[in-house]
């Protein structure tokens, strides 16, 4: 159907996004790179205008060969995992909810989706202080009203923390997506099962779960694309004590307050590794949803 | 006895719902609460749900020390422009993908997507000198073309979900009319796609307004949005709970406002043509 | 005197200023401290004192020290002052990277500040930072509970004393921990406070040679200890607590000790934010029996100038009036000397008005005998007491504050934390070429 004189408007209309992207994408990797190559350490006097060393692989080496390198991956699968699972399982739980007829719809939705609004730092921070705070936070208000020994939170339970506090910013925005996807769902459907005496569990995995499958997937694209980069959240609370330092974190750790950049490109350079192997993997599943 | 099952079940469900929603929203009005609070109510045990003496103490003392105003022009400059400017590359871009696809227009996107996996930090450096080189540190122009690169990804691909679901017979009855390429652009698919493009700005005006790594780090004075206001609330010495609280209200609710008035936007917005 | 007077005085002072130098505006990175946010607050003095204008970055701590070493090492020169700290600045002093302060004027009088806190800004014999403030750390207890348990609290106690005594004051029913000490991650947090613990067990961080010594027994004789002490008497969660957080406890009446910055004293006595303000008393912070040093630092939030300023004048103008005997003078006139800056100036602690204040003379006995040169019994390759002058060490100290930390948690024992720590700091040397 397109024709030639199209094809090459198409092209030109896309040049520019791509061209952006790609300067982008190909500019700070590329010095990322050359970095990673080089010992690089500014509190030494290291600089770009005085020559950096080349080291090979070393950085490379020593960035693996450290002692945090797979327990920051494993940090990181975590609590992406862990993010994805709750704010799929909730999500799926809420728009259900949500899709029926109840008085105030309007007003629930909006209370649901306001995390969404609020900055990550800001949520941090409120969940860390007036929240987890071990004396003052709520939730040891409330333990010690039912006579429990209030939790250390970010001490104690970090991991799990630092994943409730993503999947209350995230589980809007998953509740959101899977709403609009069971409102689509045809109701006569529903309606002829539920007459057949389908019981409820067998209408949700034969009906609504497959009518979903879209919808879940795109969730679980784009928190992933937002989680594995996560940062604040970590800054704020535990600044990566306690099992909570993931792969972006432990780079952050190298380049901010070891000041080795060669060593935090390197660990760039193996971020992007994983970012890559993870969308591969997504790409895999996702792929074919997403043609529809 | 049909109705009275069904009026049961709304009971039920409204207040299921009610409470879902009030638990989810809790912390937010938590926090708006307890910045009308004194420090020490803040952190009274039992805690103080509504009744005591409110108090815009808190906020006068965050308006004193640093002038909201100017960081909140910031967010609303850096966040508008940036979207803008990021809607206008990537219309022409998405609306290719649309209706012009080629085998590569799929392993485009994602690949559009995956530049957003790089991590922030690990080029921080890389950046920051770039930024140095060019004079483009605490400028409002650094930040909206840093905060527009971030997000086109996300942008190019919610117009191509939009564009996909326009049917393509109105776009070739139109070139049979004899339509140029930029009249319908203009006339036929604009107009079509005007939802789209009004939730897909929403949404990314609240990832930008919400950025703060790059907001944070290269900026110092002139440029400094709201995500260095918080930063100067967040741990000081002494009680805080109430100023920082203050701190956060200010910070959220010009977002938190203009989300709920145009929620039905935004609804259709995150929806990513996941309706099908 | 009346006001008036003043502000003709100022107007004639800066109509002097103005018309020798142009006014500009300077950018001015600083921590979000009490003190600092007070000295934002008295801006206006120095505007119309001099004609200049200030825009003020103030940020959190941890943020704020992100932003300025991004910013000195890929010279983005966003800032024409920066607040540092004693860490930092011989660092960045000998990298060419500060302007040094040599040609301060006369009425400024160099030669008051505390040698300490002199030394401590200087490298090679230049100034390269003015102190803010300064600290050492020391005991502060609560007078009522001590008497209460019995006790009394010796001007120079020991450790093993100090640990009877949390002991002895805890009353977990009343929720009063008889001690509460920093056990947050980081190394201005907690491994500050357990460096410098260890240091007066005798323990160090590296011998002569550079190698990690945390496989030797002090270490392991100081970590035991402190965790001992902190499950016995310490609050629930102590593992996350760091200065701010153990400040809320005590300003709440929930610690019967604390150990911490001098400057803490302000706070704790302070009626307005404390409910134990009149029952604070002050002691040099402990020792273990036999060890000759105590485990008090010596710190200074200070105002450097980055080079490659263009405002270089302007900034010394300001850096001259924020750390001036003048405006400690401003601060007591309009908040009382109990909130003046302290720890910088001998001046200070020479005035009368200032030494009734009750921790003036254990704050300036504290910071007199902290010296960086000898932070513990055995020598040291390095400077700095609760840390080793090198650019390595935030990074080290850091991630073993957080194997130190998930021992406080009850995560991983004494030995697995040493062992690790010891690992990762002779990795982390030998990666920078120490080794």
């Not at chain 1, 990673?36 to 692989?57: H, I, Q, T």
């Not at chain 3, 593992?239 to 709440?252: H, I, K, M, V």
């Not at chain 3, 400077?383 to 100290?397: C, K, M």
Request: proline letters at 5%; one cysteine or more.
């Amino acid at each position: 159907m397109a024709t030639q004189h199209s094809r090459s408007a198409a092209r030109l209309m896309m040049a520019p996004a791509v061209i952006l992207l790609l300067g982008w994408m190909l500019v700070p990797l590329t010095m990322t790179l050359f970095f990673s190559f080089k010992k690089y350490l500014p509190m030494r006097g290291d600089s770009l205008e005085n020559g950096l060393e080349w080291v090979g692989f070393e950085n490379y080496v020593r960035f693996i060969g450290s002692s945090s390198f797979w327990p920051s991956v494993q940090a990181t699968l975590v609590i992406v995992g862990g993010v994805l699972a709750i704010t799929v399982i909730l999500g799926i739980f809420l728009a259900i909810l949500l899709d029926q007829p109840f008085w105030g719809q309007g007003v629930v939705r909006i209370l649901v989706i306001a995390p969404f609004f609020v900055m990550p730092t800001v949520s941090a921070l409120v969940w860390k202080n007036m929240f987890m705070d071990p004396v003052n936070g709520i939730l040891a208000h409330l333990w010690r009203f039912f006579g429990a020994e209030p939790v250390s939170w970010l001490s104690d339970a970090s991991l799990q923390s630092i994943i409730m506090i993503v999947s209350w910013q995230w589980l809007p925005f998953a509740t959101l997506i899977l709403l609009t996807a069971i409102q689509s769902l045809d109701s006569e459907q529903l309606e002829a099962a539920e007459m057949d005496g389908a019981p409820v569990v067998q209408r949700f995995f034969y009906i609504v779960l497959p009518h979903l499958g879209r919808a879940i997937t795109i969730v679980i694209l784009i928190q992933t694309i937002f989680l594995l980069s996560i940062f604040a959240e970590i800054f704020v609370t535990t600044g990566g004590a306690f099992g909570t330092r993931t792969l972006t974190y432990l780079i952050f750790q190298r380049v901010i307050d070891s000041q080795n950049i060669g060593l935090g490109s390197a660990g760039g350079v193996y971020a992007i590794i994983l970012a890559n192997i993870v969308a591969a993997f997504l790409m895999r599943i996702v792929g074919k949803n997403l043609d529809a | 006895m049909a109705r009275s099952t069904t009026t049961r079940r709304k009971i039920i469900t409204t207040a299921a719902a009610w409470a879902v929603g009030l638990l989810i929203f809790f912390p937010i009005y938590w926090t708006i609460l307890t910045s009308f609070k004194t420090e020490a109510q803040a952190i009274n045990d039992p805690p103080l749900f509504f009744f005591f003496d409110w108090t815009l103490e808190n906020y006068a003392v965050v308006q004193e020390r640093s002038d909201y105003m100017r960081f909140l022009w910031n967010s609303v400059i850096i966040s508008g422009l940036s979207t803008l400017l990021g809607v206008m590359i990537a219309v022409p871009a998405a609306w290719s993908m649309a209706f012009v696809p080629s085998r590569r227009t799929k392993d485009i996107l994602l690949w559009m997507l995956s530049t957003k996996m790089l991590p922030a930090v690990g080029v921080l450096y890389p950046i920051s000198l770039l930024f140095v080189k060019f004079g483009l540190l605490d400028t409002r122009t650094g930040l909206v073309v840093v905060l527009m690169l971030i997000n086109l990804p996300i942008i190019v691909w919610m117009l191509y979900t939009y564009f996909k679901e326009i049917p393509g017979e109105i776009l070739e009855a139109a070139r049979m009319d004899g339509a140029t390429l930029r009249e319908e652009i203009v006339y036929i698919l604009t107009p079509m796609a005007i939802p789209g493009i009004a939730s897909t700005m929403l949404l990314n005006f609240i990832l930008a307004w919400n950025e703060a790594f790059w907001t944070l780090n290269l900026t110092a004075a002139k440029a400094a949005p709201l995500t260095a206001f918080i930063a100067s609330y967040s741990s000081p010495e002494g009680l805080f709970f109430a100023k920082l609280s203050a701190a956060s209200t200010m910070a959220i609710a010009p977002i938190l406002i203009l989300g709920w008035f145009s929620q039905k936007q935004l609804v259709r917005g995150l929806t990513f043509g996941a309706v099908k | 005197m009346s006001f008036a007077n003043a502000l003709r005085a100022a107007t004639s002072l800066a109509l002097v200023f103005g018309a020798t130098a142009q006014a500009e505006t300077i950018t001015i990175a600083t921590v979000n401290n009490g003190d600092m946010i007070r000295m934002q607050g008295l801006t206006e003095d120095f505007t119309t004192k001099t004609g200049h204008t200030v825009e003020w970055v103030t940020l959190e701590e941890n943020v704020l020290r992100q932003r300025v070493t991004t910013d000195i090492t890929t010279k983005g020169g966003q800032f024409d002052i920066m607040t540092i700290g004693m860490y930092e600045t011989p660092i960045w002093g000998k990298n060419g990277w500060l302007v040094p302060l040599d040609d301060l004027s006369a009425e400024y009088d160099v030669d008051d500040l505390l040698p300490a806190m002199r030394n401590g800004l200087s490298y090679d014999g230049t100034l390269f930072a003015a102190p803010f403030y300064g600290e050492s750390s020391m005991i502060m207890y609560r007078t009522d509970l001590m008497e209460k348990a019995g006790l009394e609290m010796p001007e120079a106690p020991t450790w093993q004393f100090i640990r009877q005594a949390a002991a002895a004051m805890t009353d977990r029913a009343n929720d009063i921990n008889g001690i509460c000490l920093r056990g947050k991650a980081g190394w201005g947090e907690g491994g500050a406070f357990i460096t410098v613990t260890a240091n007066s067990f005798g323990a160090r961080w590296f011998d002569e040679e550079w190698n990690a010594q945390f496989d030797q027994p002090e270490w392991k004789e100081a970590l035991e200890f402190f965790v001992g002490m902190m499950s016995e008497s310490g609050p629930a969660g102590y593992a996350t607590n760091g200065f701010n957080e153990n400040l809320s406890l005590f300003q709440q009446g929930k610690c019967g000790m604390w150990i911490d910055a001098t400057v803490a004293a302000s706070f704790v006595t302070n009626p307005n934010d404390s409910s134990v303000a009149d029952k604070v008393g002050f002691a040099l912070a402990p020792n273990s029996e036999g060890v000759e040093k105590r485990s008090n630092w010596l710190w200074a939030w200070a105002l450097a100038i980055p080079a490659g300023t263009q405002k270089t004048d302007a900034a010394k103008q300001f850096i001259e009036w924020a750390t001036s005997k003048d405006y400690i003078e401003l601060v007591a006139a309009k908040e009382g000397w109990a909130n003046v800056p302290p720890g910088a100036r001998t001046s200070l602690y020479e005035n009368p008005n200032y030494m009734e204040v009750p921790f003036a003379k254990m704050t300036l006995d504290s910071i007199l005998s902290a010296d960086p040169n000898n932070p513990t019994v055995k020598p040291v390759p390095y400077v700095g007491i609760q840390f080793a002058a090198i650019p390595e060490f935030a990074g080290i100290a850091t991630e073993v504050s957080q194997e130190f930390s998930a021992v406080y948690a009850g995560q991983q024992s004494v030995d697995e934390a040493l062992a690790k720590a010891q690992a990762l700091t002779n990795d982390a040397m030998e990666a920078a070429g120490y080794r």
